[in-house]
Structures are given as C-alpha cells and as structure tokens.
C-alpha cells in the first residue's frame, strides 16, 4: 500500500464554490481560524499561519491574476485591466479555494474549512452553466519515480469507469466530467514496458493527451519532470508545474449541508492499491 508514499509527499486539494467573493470568503476564514490575510490582487488572497495552515482563496480565471503568469499568458492584460475584468466576472465564474499539501490524517481540516465557507454564504451544488464545480485533489509523488508514475496512470485508466458511475450517482452529470484517457493511450499503457524512460514516457502522453482536460491530468507532474519538453509542446496550457498527480473530479457541492471530501479521497487509495499491485 502507498500510504506513506503519499504520507511523506501530502495531498493538496482545490474546492471551488459561488455565492461569496474572494474576499468575504477570506475573511470568514480569518475569523474563525486566525492567521494574517495577505492581499496579491483585488480577486486573489492568502490566509497565512491559519489554524490549518496556509490557505488561498481566488477567482478561478487566470487573467485575473497576470502577474503570476507573464509569457504564457497569450494576451496579458495588466493588473489595473486584469481587475477591471474579474469584477466585471464574478458573478458568473467560480471561486477557488486552495490548500496546500496535508497529511492524509489531516484531510478532515478541509471539510471544517468548507463548512466555514458555507456558513459565511458560500454555495453550489455540483455545477454552474456550461461548466462544473471542481474538487482537485493535489497528490504528492516521487517526480523521479517514473515507474510509479506509469503504474498510478494505468490504474487509474483501468478504475476510471468505476470512478465516474459513483462520481455521477446515477444523475446526467457523468458527461460534463473531464475526459478519460484515449484508448489507443490506455492500450500503450497495458502493453509498453513499465521501465519506461521519463522522456519516453512523457511524449507519450503528450502526444495522445495535450491538454489538461483529463480526470487524471498529469501535466503538472511532466512540467515539474521536465518543463522545456512540455512547454514545447504546450506553450500556452494553463499549468503549473508540481510534482503531483492532479485529479480532476466535478461536483464539488460546498452548498450542500454535510459534503464531505472524505469518500472522494477513499477512492483515490483504490488506485494507490492496484497500482502497487502493477510494481510488484
């Protein structure tokens, strides 16, 4: 079992959520969990040295915080433009509330700080229009260990349509959830070497998977592995480099009473399970 794989590396997580501005969310976590709230733009806070430790809290939209971003960005448009212009969407784009890597033992601190934010006016139940609200978790790993790395993709390819039947609950929301992995990706995974080398590895992916649309996006991880042949590929992509497994689950529900992220996280330890059965 890879619990203290994931133990040494800590899991991060981003809940997103309507209904309270960044900064009114900010705030009612400083009231009920201390710490100092530290301004980056007029729609990005962080909450520092918090009962719980670190958290951020932002409007999702990444031209709303150029200044992080510089020539990735294909048009930057400035911090007075940038803040005119998340003004101007927030009442249609979702908030994001960020926090960063946890023991698993911890993760429980995350549904406290949800319900903070619930109590404070915050809301959504799974989905906003056209697009859903997103539960990301952030799961540490070994950049270095490609073995793993290549083990983890391919038991989440082989779980992926179990995932998604409890994901949807039997509801109509399975098809805005982000895409699985292709199948001519998944039948490279099942029949290439697992002693693959990290380069190898990563044009594969690339070429069947450019994009962070996927329920197990990996290019934050590739990007942390090796930054100039992802950006070659991908100049513009929104990432950011972390050497983590970045799982994409929709309908995070902060508006619904007694959510939790705790069984969302009990299906992830299914894929660390199989996976350590694929390196033995």
């Known amino acids: 079992m ?13 809940v997103e959520f309507t209904g309270v501005s960044a900064r009114t969310a900010i705030s009612a976590l400083q009231a009920a969990l ?5 301004e980056e733009d007029p729609h990005a806070y962080q909450l520092r040295a918090s009962a719980i430790g670190d958290i951020w809290v932002e409007l999702d939209v990444r031209h709303a915080h150029p200044q992080r971003h510089g020539a990735v960005l294909a048009f930057n448009p400035g911090r ?52 859903t609200l997103g539960l ?42 982000a895409p699985p992995f292709p199948q001519a990706y998944v ?6 070497s697992p002693y693959q080398e990290p380069g190898a590895f990563i044009d594969d992916y690339l070429a069947h998977n450019p994009t962070r649309d996927r329920a197990l ?41 007694n959510w939790s992220i705790l069984p969302s996280w009990r299906a992830w330890e299914r894929v660390e399970a199989m996976a350590e059965t694929l390196r033995a």
Do not use: C
């Open 34 to 38: 201390g710490g100092s709230v530290f």
């Open 80 to 131: 007075q433009l940038a803040a005119a212009f998340g003004s101007l969407i927030s009442p249609f784009a979702p908030r994001e509330m960020i926090l960063p890597p946890r023991p698993v033992g911890q993760l429980a601190e995350v549904d406290e700080a949800i319900a903070i934010l619930r109590r404070a006016g915050a809301r959504g139940d799974g989905a906003i229009p056209f697009d």
């Open 136 to 177: 990301h978790f952030n799961i540490g790993t070994p950049a270095d260990d490609i073995i793993h790395i290549r083990a983890t993709t391919l038991a989440f390819a082989r779980l992926d349509p179990e995932l998604r039947a409890e994901i949807a609950q039997g509801g109509k929301r399975a098809a805005r959830m």
């Open 217 to 257: 996006d990996l290019l934050p991880l590739l990007l942390h592995l090796d930054g100039a042949r992802v950006r070659r590929r991908l100049p513009y992509e929104k990432i950011s480099a972390r050497p983590v497994f970045h799982w994409r689950l929709p309908l995070a529900r902060v508006g619904r009473e």
């Open 187 to 192: 039948r490279l995974l099942e029949t290439g």
């Open 2 to 14: 890879t619990a203290n794989r994931t133990e040494a590396s800590g899991i991060g997580l981003e």
